[in-house]
C-alpha cells in the first residue's frame, strides 16, 4: 500500500488505536511519505523507510529490559506476523524472492561476515561458509514458510547496509558500497 492508502486507513482506525501505537504509526507514515517523494534520490528515500521502520517499531522500555535493535525488529516481524491472517507478508516474501530478496541474499557487500573477514577479525572460510549458510537458511525458511526466519535473513543483510550508510561506511549516489 501506497502512503496515501496507509494515511486514510489510520485516520479511520486510529481511535481505537492505543495511544502509543497511533503516535508510532503516524511518525512511521510521515517518513513513508518522505521516501515516496524522494525517488530521485535513493539514499534519502532508503534512509526514509529506515526511519519510517523504526518509527513502527519503537517501544519504550526500562533499560534493564532492553533488547538489541536487531532483536526488537525481529520481535516485530513475529508480532505482525500473528496479525497476518491472510498471508500477505509470505505472499509479499515470496513475491519477491526470486528477485530482490535474492539480489540481497546473494550480494556479500551487505552481509556483514564479508566485512569482518575484510577488517582480519574472522577468515575467508568462515565468512563463505556463513554466507551460504544465511542463503540456505533464508530458502529453507521460505520453504517452511517461516516467514519470520526469512525477514530476519534478510533485514541483517539490510541492517549492514544501513550500517554502511548511517556511519560513513558508504559513498554517496555510487552504485556498489566501497
Do not use: C
Not at 539490510?158 to 561506511?169: A, D, E, F, S
Amino acid at each position: 500500500m501506497a502512503y496515501q492508502q496507509l494515511k486514510t486507513k489510520h485516520r479511520a482506525l486510529r481511535e481505537s488505536f492505543h495511544q502509543n501505537l497511533s503516535l508510532r504509526t503516524h511518525r512511521a507514515l510521515s517518513w513513508l511519505d518522505k521516501a515516496e517523494q524522494s525517488v530521485e534520490d535513493l539514499d534519502i528515500q532508503f534512509i526514509s523507510l529506515w526511519i519510517a521502520f523504526n518509527a513502527a517499531y519503537a517501544t519504550d522500555i526500562d533499560a534493564q529490559y532492553r533488547t538489541t535493535e536487531r532483536g526488537m525488529f525481529e520481535s516485530f516481524f513475529e508480532k505482525l506476523l500473528e496479525l497476518d491472517n491472510e498471508n500477505h507478508l509470505y505472499n509479499l516474501v515470496w513475491a519477491e524472492f526470486s528477485s530482490t530478496i535474492r539480489l540481497l541474499l546473494n550480494n556479500q557487500f551487505i552481509f556483514q561476515p564479508f566485512w569482518d573477514y575484510q577488517n582480519g577479525i574472522i577468515a575467508e572460510e568462515d565468512w563463505k561458509a556463513d554466507f551460504n549458510n544465511s542463503k540456505k537458511r533464508a530458502a529453507q525458511g521460505l520453504g517452511n514458510k517461516n516467514t519470520p526466519l526469512v525477514l530476519s535473513v534478510v533485514f541483517r543483510r539490510v541492517y549492514t547496509l544501513r550500517n554502511q550508510i548511517i556511519h560513513g561506511g558508504a559513498t554517496w549516489n555510487i552504485d556498489l558500497p566501497q
